[in-house]
Every structure is written in C-alpha cells, then in structure tokens.
C-alpha cells in the first residue's frame, strides 16, 4: 500500500523567510502532484513533476522530485502573507496496464504566514 | 462556466434523507472521481470513472451510489446517510490515458460540504 506522509504539517512562519515541506512516499512512482487548498475553497493544481531531478518554480514556490529517494519537497522563498493555505502532495500509483493511475494523497500542510 | 463545477455547495441532511451531489466538468475530460475529505484524514479516493465506465470503488459504503450518465457529469446519489459521513465531498477530472496524455493532474471543483443529522 502507498503512504503518503508529508511534514510539517503546520508551519507558522514569518514573512520574508524561507522553508521546506517535504514529502515522502512509500513506493515506485516518478509522478508528483502538488496542489493548494484555501480555506473553504477547492483544490488548485501548483506543480506537476514527472521524473527523477524534475524542478519546478512559480513565483515564491520551487517545487522538486527526487524518485530514488521517494521525495518531494515545496520550498518557499521570502514567504507573504497571500502564500497562506493548505498544500497538499500527491502520488500517482503507477498503472502499466494503460489507464491512469490513481492519486494518493498526504494530510496536507496548513501553512499561516504572519506579518 | 469553466473548469469543474459542484452543486450545492452546502447540504445538511437527515440520515432517512435521500440527496443527491451533482457535478459537471467543462474541461473535455473523459475521467471523473469522487473524493471525500474529512478533518485530520487525507483526501480519500471513493469512486472513478473512465469514459462513463465505474472502473475504482474504493470499498465504499453503498449507502453511496455514484452515476456517471456522460464524460461530462458525475452524481453522488446518497441516502441512509450516518453522521460519521458528515465531510467535504470533492468531485475532479482528468485525461484519461491513451488521449496523448499518460500523466493523471486532476482538477477539483469546490466541494459540497455535506452534515449529516
């Protein structure tokens, strides 16, 4: 079974400083999904990492993948107050029989940026 | 409308209730999925549709019973609901495999927030 284990999963954090969620898994899978969630509202697609060494940046958020190691992480840089939510990571099961494969989420990590 | 839309948005319902949740995507997607999202649970996969055909159920309670008339609409038929049921019910799509797509991002709609009674 593929676990999903992201941390922290709560971070207070100051703006104009920097950190890291991580997110570890359990199994094989070279896809990795990263989304958003404000309160209340529905899940945004942020990043989607589809090999080993993949990086991706929008804005203040830099996103890798690191498949030997069943890792991801989410760093944030000079955070502001607009980058405050709920991030989530996902792993897609790996299907080769054709179909898609199913995604697993972790708990989410509730960020809170302060002034 | 764009991307992927859920009506209502809140219900509140008895557990002799019969409700439904309906969804509608307007991405040109041909796989749908419910999820249901509680407090301090990761986002849990209940059911999946491929092209209109139920290919994942996640050993959900049959008091849930899902319906998928096209690729574009996707209903949670509910009744004899049990407060432990009582959750954020998130409906997404995406591209199927085999329609030059063979990663799964999956877009969300909002979500109908459901209490049980």
């Known amino acids: 079974e593929l676990k999903v284990e992201q941390n922290p999963l709560f971070l207070s954090m100051q703006e104009g400083k920097n950190y890291t969620i991580y997110c570890n898994y359990s199994?094989?899978?070279?896809?990795l999904y990263w989304y958003r969630q404000d309160p209340g509202k529905s899940l945004e697609s942020l990043f989607v990492l589809l090999s080993n060494g993949a990086v991706k940046q929008e804005g203040r958020l830099m996103a890798s993948l690191d498949t030997k190691a069943r890792l991801s992480t989410l760093h944030i840089t000079a955070a502001v107050h607009d980058l405050s939510a709920t991030y989530f990571c996902a792993v897609e099961i790996m299907n080769y029989g054709g179909s898609q494969g199913n995604l697993i989420f972790g708990k989410g990590t509730k960020l809170s940026v302060k002034p | 409308e764009t991307g992927v839309t859920q009506t209502p948005r809140h219900l509140v319902m008895g557990m002799t209730n019969k409700k439904s949740l309906k969804c509608e995507q307007h991405l040109g997607h041909n796989a749908m999925y419910w999820y249901k999202q509680s407090a301090k649970k990761p986002l849990e996969l209940m059911f999946v549709?491929?092209?209109?055909?139920?290919?994942e159920n996640n050993s959900v309670p049959s008091r849930f019973s899902p319906e998928c008339p096209n690729s574009s609409h996707l209903f949670l038929h509910l009744h004899t609901l049990q407060p432990e049921d009582s959750a954020l019910y998130l409906c997404?799509?995406?591209?199927?495999?085999?329609?030059?797509?063979?990663?799964?991002?999956?877009?969300f709609g909002p979500g109908t927030r459901l209490t049980v009674l």
């Open positions: 199994t094989t899978s070279d896809r």
């Open positions: 549709y491929n092209f209109k055909e139920q290919t």
């Open positions: 997404a799509s995406s591209q199927a495999h085999g329609m030059g797509i063979w990663y799964n991002e999956q877009f």
